[in-house]
C-alpha cells in the first residue's frame, strides 16, 4: 500500500498570503489529522477530520481551516499568512474505526516558510 | 507547566548501550504514543500503550498509569537509532487523535 504522501512539500509564502495543503492517506484511512510543528512550540495538534467531519480541532485560530473529501483526502488552509505561520505540517492518517486508540501514519511533511 | 513532559532533552550514548527516555504528564489519559522523528521530518509511530509493557525488537515502552510516567528504552542501542523520540498523550475524555505532545529526547548514537 502506498504511504501517506503530502503536497507540495516545500513552500515558500509571503504574509497575507493564504496557503492550502494537501494531505492523501492510505487507502481504506478515513480519519485524517494534521499537527504544526515549529523549533519553538513543537509539534501540535491542529484538527481531525473523520468521514467528511471535523472531529476534533486544537486552539488554533479561525485562519486555520481543513476539509475532508469523499475520498478521505484532505486539504488545511491557512489565510493572512504570518511571520509565525513558518512550520512543518505534518497529517496523520489512521483506520478512524476506533474513536480513541489508533496507530496514526504521518506523512513527509510540508515545509511552509512564510517571508 | 507543560501537560506532557519529557527528560531528558537531549542524550548521546555509545553503540550498545542501553538508552531509557523518560516522560510524565499531569492529566488522566486513555493512551500515550511514542514517535520516532528522524532528520528530514519523517515521523513513525513506534508504540501506543494504555497499560503495561510492549516491545518491538530492541525497544520496549512502559506506563505506569498510577504515577502518569512512561519510558522508552533501547537495548543494544545503534547509530541508525539516532534520532529525535517523542512522546505523545491522548487525555481521557478526548475523543479521536487530539494528542498533547512533549518536547522531545534528541538521541545521538555514536559507533
Known amino acids: 500500500k502506498a504511504g501517506v504522501t503530502q503536497t507540495p512539500r516545500y513552500l515558500i509564502k509571503t504574509r497575507g498570503q493564504q496557503v492550502t495543503l494537501s494531505c492523501s492517506p492510505i487507502?481504506?484511512?478515513?480519519?485524517v489529522s494534521w499537527y504544526q510543528q515549529t523549533p519553538g512550540q513543537g509539534l501540535q495538534f491542529l484538527f481531525e477530520?473523520?468521514?467528511?467531519?471535523?472531529?476534533n480541532k486544537g486552539n488554533f485560530p479561525g485562519r486555520f481551516s481543513g476539509r475532508q473529501f469523499s475520498n478521505s483526502r484532505s486539504e488545511m488552509n491557512v489565510s493572512t499568512l504570518e511571520l509565525g505561520d513558518s512550520a512543518l505540517y505534518l497529517c496523520?492518517?489512521?483506520?478512524?474505526?476506533?474513536?480513541?486508540?489508533?496507530?496514526?501514519?504521518f506523512g513527509p511533511g510540508t515545509r511552509l516558510l512564510v517571508l | 507547566k507543560n501537560e506532557v513532559e519529557q527528560s531528558p532533552q537531549n542524550l548521546t550514548a555509545q553503540e550498545g548501550e542501553f538508552i531509557t527516555i523518560n516522560c510524565s504528564y499531569s492529566?488522566?489519559?486513555?493512551?500515550l504514543h511514542w514517535l520516532q522523528q528522524h532528520p528530514g521530518g519523517g515521523i513513525v509511530s513506534l508504540f501506543m500503550?494504555?497499560?503495561g509493557k510492549k516491545k518491538h525488537g530492541r525497544l520496549i515502552a512502559t506506563i505506569n498509569i498510577q504515577e502518569k510516567h512512561s519510558s522508552l528504552h533501547i537495548t543494544a542501542s545503534h547509530p541508525r537509532d539516532s534520532a529525535v523520540y517523542i512522546c505523545?498523550?491522548?487525555?481521557?475524555?478526548?475523543?479521536?487523535?487530539?494528542?498533547?505532545f512533549g518536547g522531545g529526547t534528541r538521541v545521538l548514537v555514536k559507533p
Open positions: 496523520a492518517s489512521s483506520l478512524g474505526a476506533s474513536m480513541y486508540q489508533e496507530t496514526q501514519y
Open positions: 487507502s481504506g484511512h478515513r480519519s
Open positions: 477530520y473523520f468521514s467528511e467531519t471535523q472531529r
Open positions: 492529566v488522566g489519559i486513555s493512551a
Open positions: 500503550l494504555s497499560s
Open positions: 505523545a498523550a491522548l487525555p481521557r475524555g478526548a475523543a479521536g487523535n487530539k494528542l498533547t
